[in-house]
């Protein structure tokens, strides 16, 4: 429906004379600081913060507010220092807030989904920023002034505000049930971002706007009668439909003007289920109803939940008049619940469902926790968003808002993330928490590498401070020499110089990266001395990788210098032709199988069932390849050797797919016996070694707090090799396993270790 709701009853607070003292005082004090200072609209400062002021009033907004308004610009002239000197902490609090808020820039340049996403971002660093909802309000109040002074002077304001006013302000006005404020401010948006439209509209109309809101008023006394007349309490309010609205609804359903069936609109809020078909019936008995405009939402509520009574009746003038009829809880939840106003109304048609998806669900708690602030201290009179009535209204329904023991849902997700400014007004999206390595990072993957410093706020600060919101972040650089990188210390989870996991995921990268570079270096160097030793130089490095199974030198080159490729294996390999397609010979597999399989035990006699079994034949030796050390529930694979039965294999293993590329014929199913799989038939849990690798920042007790997970954890080491290169240690450990199961869990404990890089699986 088109209509929004006003408040019927509320109580509106009126400033005293101390308080009109304190703003006259305060817009002395700025008068003389500004003079005739002018700000970007043309507007003096002083003359701007007295119309803001008369805004906030109608808003009934507290003394501090007030006072704050008046103080806000010229930053220069106004310093933050002074201002609490002369008129407290608290009002210097929300200067400094809405200062900080003024800084954003206009960021919708490209249009369609791209520019959306940057409108809901600025929407929630606003509220972000503005943990005291006062400074929301300060923020409209001064746009709508802005607005109203451009159309005043008859002098089209930036495009850039107006549709930041458009995709921001306005939504988030409509966010916190600000109506008043949400029809104007889009409307003034519309009428500088579309005049030719605007005029067009504002022309096809056949009723002036005061028109319409005195019949809409009539319409409302006509049914509060009504209904009073048979003894049925309600609550009826309504607004006719503005402009940018109906302008919305005719493109969104591509109608003509007299196709829009809610110009106009009413709500009746009673108090059961019950109640809602008598008011209904009484609507029907005043009007004449539309038949094909009726929707019965209580008997078949909306996907998400929505319950409500639509209908359209012909209004004394001939004319469509919507109404909707529900209960106060209904209507709670239509405003704050999954089916609030907003979601249905920004998203468009068949969007709650998506927009309830996509919101986060701390942001809408946060929402409704404003909003219902907002509603409270309207109807108590209170000072809207002082200090008292702020403690009262979180207080006041603490079972809606918040668990016991946990913090109110605005604060928790206030928490949650941060919203920092680049040099160029940027806005950037944190984890609570995150330092300048954390921005430089997440702006640029480069600009992270080469991070030697940070301004914030233009003061220079230590890499592992933490941001806050609203804070404009500036990035030093080294230069592009190739050279630079991060340190290792940021990898030190002790020393606090990342929080977000994507930044430590792209130094863990950068250090992944360098260390393949070294080994590939290495393992070239290696095999050049086997060559020379060989008396084979000529020998081409692509066919010696493709002699052991390599499509490029690279990946050999790692191969050997992580000792994948043992010495004699790659010395048969520079002696030897490569094998012929299809074949190889029993010398090779031999060979070959004599690296990665030895011999294993014969079967004790009685024994029923085995770890392994060969699909199809039955008692046939097999052994467990070391090259990859499968464990159970690993696929796994066989293959037949020259001597040494069935070598077993995991799936993956880079071994097994070069010898299988070489010999498909001797390829073998097989699978895990099933007592292996229960653990054993004696009832003793059989274990299997595996290899993992460990690399980690050097620093004393790091073994001892690696092999303290696995005796925790209960796994034998049997073997264990280390060498520290560069202030990082390159760890492999032997380790008898259950399942590998076990091991995953045991591997992320070791991640957990402070300083620790990666450790996996070989």
Request: with cysteine; aromatic share 4%.
């Amino acid at each position: 429906m088109g209509t929004q709701p006003v408040a019927v009853g509320a109580t509106q607070w009126q400033p005293g004379a101390a308080h009109e003292e304190a703003v006259r005082r305060a817009l002395a004090w700025a008068g003389e600081r500004a003079g005739d200072a002018i700000g970007r609209s043309g507007e003096r400062h002083v003359d701007h913060a007295r119309a803001t002021i008369d805004i906030l009033r109608e808003l009934g907004v507290d003394e501090a507010v007030l006072v704050a308004a008046a103080l806000i610009s010229p930053a220069d002239r106004l310093p933050l220092r002074e201002i609490g000197t002369q008129f407290g902490d608290e009002v210097a609090r929300l200067v400094e807030a809405m200062r900080q808020i003024q800084r954003l820039r206009e960021l919708h340049a490209v249009p369609g989904a791209a520019a959306q996403g940057r409108a809901e971002t600025l929407r929630r660093m606003l509220l972000t920023m503005a943990a005291d909802i006062r400074v929301v309000l300060l923020r409209l109040a001064s746009r709508l002034r802005t607005l109203r002074h451009h159309a005043a002077q008859r002098h089209p304001a930036d495009p850039a505000i107006a549709r930041e006013t458009l995709e921001v302000l306005a939504p988030l006005a409509n966010r916190l049930g600000l109506w008043q404020l949400k029809w104007e401010l889009e409307d003034l948006a519309f009428r500088f971002l579309d005049p030719d439209t605007y005029r067009e509209l504002a022309r096809q109309l056949e009723e002036r706007r005061a028109a319409r809101e005195a019949f809409v008023e009539a319409a409302m006394q006509r049914l509060r009668d009504e209904l009073a007349a048979v003894g049925l309490r309600a609550e009826v309010s309504g607004r006719p439909k503005h402009l940018y609205s109906i302008y919305n609804k005719m493109r969104s359903k591509r109608r003509a003007l007299d196709e829009i069936s809610d110009l106009r609109g009413l709500r009746v809020i009673v108090d059961t289920v019950a109640q809602c078909y008598t008011a209904l019936g009484i609507v029907h008995a005043i009007w004449s109803q539309v038949p094909q405009e009726f929707d019965d939402y209580i008997a078949r509520p909306k996907p998400n939940g929505y319950r409500s009574l639509h209908t359209v009746v012909l209004a004394d003038d001939g004319r469509p008049l919507e109404v909707q009829i529900r209960t106060g809880e209904m209507h709670h939840f239509a405003e704050y619940g999954l089916a609030s106003h907003w979601r249905y109304k920004e998203g468009g048609a068949g969007a709650p469902a998506r927009g309830a998806r996509a919101a986060g669900t701390g942001h809408d708690g946060q929402i409704a926790w404003m909003r219902q602030l907002l509603a409270w201290q309207r109807e108590v009179g209170q000072a809207l968003g002082s200090a008292q009535g702020a403690d009262t209204a979180a207080t006041a329904a603490p079972a809606r808002q918040r668990g016991p023991g946990q913090q109110p849902v605005a604060q928790a997700a206030t928490e949650e993330r941060i919203y920092v400014l680049t040099p160029q007004a940027r806005v950037i999206e944190l984890p609570a928490g995150a330092t300048p390595i954390d921005f430089a990072y997440h702006v640029h993957t480069s600009l992270g590498h080469r991070c030697r410093g940070a301004r914030v706020d233009g003061h220079m600060v230590s890499l592992n401070t933490a941001l806050q919101n609203g804070q404009t972040v500036e990035i030093v650089a080294a230069r592009e020499t190739g050279h630079e990188g991060p340190s290792r210390d940021w990898l030190n989870p002790q020393l606090g110089y990342v929080r977000s996991p994507r930044t430590r995921n792209k130094v863990r990268q950068w250090f992944n990266a360098l260390e393949l570079a070294r080994d590939t270096a290495a393992g070239r160097e290696r095999v050049e001395r086997v060559l020379q030793r060989e008396g084979r130089t000529a020998l081409a490095l692509e066919e010696l990788a493709h002699r052991l199974g390599f499509e490029a030198t690279g990946p050999m080159f790692v191969a050997v210098a992580r000792d994948e490729i043992g010495v004699r294996q790659l010395e048969e390999a520079v002696r030897g032709p490569a094998p012929a397609a299809g074949g190889v010979s029993a010398e090779a597999i031999g060979q070959q199988e004599s690296i990665v399989a030895p011999r294993r035990r014969a079967r004790e006699p009685g024994r029923r069932g085995d770890d392994v079994l060969v699909v199809g034949i039955d008692s046939l030796m097999t052994q467990l390849a070391r090259c990859c050390r499968p464990v159970p529930p690993d696929a796994i694979v066989g293959f037949v050797t020259m001597g040494h039965g069935v070598s077993v294999h995991r799936e993956s293993c880079a071994t097994f797919a070069r010898m299988a590329d070489r010999a498909p014929a001797r390829v073998i199913e097989t699978a895990w016996g099933e007592e292996t799989l229960r653990g054993g038939a004696d009832g003793r849990t059989r274990r299997y070694p595996a290899d993992v690798e460990v690399r980690a920042s050097d620093r004393p007790g790091l073994l001892r707090d690696i092999t303290e997970v696995f005796a925790r954890d209960r796994l034998n080491v049997t073997a264990v090799q280390t060498l520290s290169r560069q202030q990082v240690a390159s760890m492999r450990f032997t380790v008898e396993v259950p399942d590998a199961g076990q091991l995953a869990r045991t591997l992320v404990a070791v991640r957990d270790i402070a300083g620790v890089i990666q450790a996996r699986r070989r």
